[in-house]
């Protein structure tokens, strides 16, 4: 009987030792600066993600189904040129260089600032 016990305890110290260890790994953190020349027709975006670089980064305007590539420029700035205006507010999808995929929508306004810097609501 002692074995079963000792075998439950330590299943409660697993099963505690893992609830700490996901409090602990929360999502990295990504944000998206509106870069110098963004336009109603060109935007230009830095993307951070901590601890990792993007590999790719895909557009959505609002209001479309469609995900268009953006083009890796300097360091981390990723851009889109379009010949029509820019719709937004502004989704965008990525895998970062170590495997990691994401998603996230209504990140840059419609009307968005040159220079801020925009953090999903998820964060």
Same mark, same amino acid.
């Given at each position: 009987? %002692?074995? %079963?016990?000792?075998?439950?305890?330590?299943?409660?110290?697993?099963?505690?030792?893992?609830?700490? @260890?996901?409090?602990?790994?929360?999502?990295?953190?990504? !944000?998206?600066?509106?870069?110098?020349? %963004?336009?109603?027709?060109?935007?230009? /975006?830095?993307? =951070?993600? #901590?601890?990792? &670089?993007?590999? #790719? /980064?895909?557009?959505? #305007?609002?209001?479309?189904? #469609?995900?268009?590539?953006?083009?890796?420029?300097?360091?981390?700035?990723?851009?889109?040129? %379009?010949?029509?205006?820019? +719709?937004?507010?502004?989704?965008?999808?990525?895998? !970062? /260089? =170590?495997?990691?995929?994401?998603?996230?929508?209504?990140?840059?306004? @419609?009307?968005? !600032?040159?220079?801020? &810097?925009?953090?999903?609501? +998820?964060?």
């Amino acid at each position: 009987m %002692s074995s %079963s016990s000792s075998s439950g305890g330590l299943l409660a110290v697993a099963v505690l030792a893992a609830v700490l @260890a996901g409090a602990r790994c929360a999502p990295a953190k990504v !944000t998206f600066t509106v870069e110098k020349g %963004s336009d109603e027709k060109d935007l230009a /975006v830095l993307v =951070k993600y #901590e601890g990792d &670089t993007m590999a #790719e /980064v895909e557009l959505r #305007e609002n209001g479309s189904n #469609e995900w268009v590539d953006m083009v890796k420029t300097d360091g981390d700035v990723w851009r889109f040129e %379009s010949e029509e205006p820019l +719709q937004g507010p502004f989704n965008f999808r990525f895998l !970062t /260089v =170590k495997g990691m995929k994401n998603v996230f929508d209504d990140v840059i306004p @419609a009307k968005y !600032t040159i220079g801020a &810097t925009y953090t999903p609501e +998820q964060y």
